[in-house]
């Protein structure tokens, strides 16, 4: 492995630390056996008869682990809808194994109870939220006349089009009971206090997990924008889409929350270990969006610049979260396309090595987190007979990369704040 693999391994391995879920909800939360402690809020817990924890996504075994860990046997029960292959042992806290990407029956089975449960809910209760990447798909809880699997089909037409995750989680918001809202209005009066991990780019609340628990600022309106952008539908849509409540909604009145990690923190983190292994950094930006090959050739243009003025050895990081249109039928996800098209556009341009990869360790329905190559992969892979164009042009980086060695794969990490984009210029 050269040196340089190694150290865009190393940085990387240090925005997942920095994004660990665990030690985010531990960074923020205290209980000294009175009074509960998140960020600035304090619940005085004798003045509560219950307290529920509930929530879904990639990271939110780990953060509900952490939530026992301060809480114990305070905790009266509660519901985490979570990926398949999560094996943490909690005591209080159910785990709901479920789908993702595409939402299943077992999902909806977890939403229904947790809705069941913030019904119950009342005025000397509080219900603890837990949510992070996933969530969207991992809560599906659809409007009649909406069926699951109409749900469904809308899900993999959202994932194949190209829309981007706002765009995706306005559409789920408005054909859902549980999202945008519902779950807060749901367990109105009791006051409820929301943890999230962000992957999604400029952090907003309403649109991690697509809000159950915050209130909405867009409508069914914008919704069907969406859809008829996409040319999407599915039978059932046009009569499920209703409205969520708003921003000054009264159930919102005892609602609060806290952002515990982001990509923000992860690239802050990534960008420390690559000075100190002695690199020049500059991080691009943590909210690139857009289309993967065109970012991805934004991103080499600027490392062509590096490399024409010497500025070297450098670092170039960027996070967020592009989006692919599928117009192929090979296999592969945004962070593999983006290495491919990352390297077809830089060409001989000098010693590079890129790695793109979803801190989830999930890069689309594959089992690698994303890939790294570098400037000698193309002569590779001419040796080998492999077309690096042909394989970009039917969506296939899976299948282009693993005859080289090239796939990061991680596993699932147990957290989610969107992509890495690591860029080495060595000297």
């Not at 859809?227 to 919102?252: M, Q």
């Not at 989006?323 to 039928?329: D, F, I, Q, S």
Request: hydrophobic share 40%; net charge positive; proline share 6%.
């Amino acid at each position: 492995m050269s040196r340089q693999r190694q150290h865009a391994l190393q940085i990387f391995r240090a925005a997942l630390r920095a994004a660990d879920p665990y030690q985010a909800v531990l960074s923020c939360i205290n209980f000294d056996g009175q009074i509960l402690r998140i960020g600035a809020s304090r619940y005085r817990l004798q003045n509560f008869d219950r307290v529920f924890v509930m929530g879904a996504g990639k990271a939110s075994a780990a953060m509900a682990h952490a939530i026992e860990r301060v809480l114990g046997r305070r905790i009266t029960g509660g519901l985490i809808n979570v990926p398949d292959g999560i094996e943490t042992r909690l005591r209080r806290i159910e785990l709901q194994p479920c789908g993702h990407p595409i939402p299943d029956e077992r999902g909806a089975q977890g939403a229904r109870r947790m809705l069941e449960i913030a019904h119950a809910a009342g005025a000397r209760d509080l219900v603890i939220a837990l949510i992070s990447g996933g969530a969207s798909a991992m809560l599906p809880a659809p409007a009649p006349p909406l069926t699951l699997k109409a749900k469904q089909q809308l899900t993999r037409a959202l994932l194949a089009c190209g829309a981007a995750i706002h765009e995706m989680n306005t559409v789920r918001k408005h054909l859902s009971l549980i999202k945008g809202g519902r779950l807060t209005q749901a367990a109105f009066p009791a006051r409820i206090h929301t943890l999230m991990i962000s992957d999604v780019v400029g952090d907003d609340p309403e649109v991690i997990g697509s809000g159950p628990t915050m209130p909405d600022p867009s409508s069914a309106a914008d919704a069907k924008r969406i859809l008829k952008k996409y040319g999407l539908t599915a039978p059932g849509v046009a009569a499920a889409l209703h409205e969520t409540p708003k921003p000054g909604d009264p159930v919102f009145a005892h609602a609060r929350y806290r952002i515990v990690a982001s990509n923000q923190q992860a690239i802050a983190a990534a960008a420390e270990r690559a000075r100190e292994l002695g690199y020049r950094t500059r991080v691009f930006s943590t909210s690139v969006e857009g289309e993967t090959r065109d970012v991805a050739a934004q991103h080499a243009e600027l490392a062509r610049r590096i490399l024409k003025r010497g500025w070297r050895p450098a670092c170039l990081l960027s996070g967020g979260e592009t989006t692919v249109t599928v117009r192929g039928k090979g296999l592969g996800g945004r962070n593999q396309e983006f290495v491919l098209a990352a390297i077809l556009a830089l060409g001989s341009a000098g010693p590079v090595t890129v790695l793109s990869a979803g801190t989830d360790g999930i890069d689309g329905p594959t089992d690698a987190a994303g890939a790294i190559a570098d400037s000698s992969t193309l002569n590779r892979a001419e040796a080998l007979g492999l077309n690096p164009r042909a394989y970009l042009g039917n969506n296939d980086s899976y299948h282009f990369f693993k005859p080289l060695n090239a796939l990061l794969k991680t596993g699932p990490t147990g957290t989610n704040v969107a992509d890495v984009r690591i860029f080495l210029i060595s000297a």
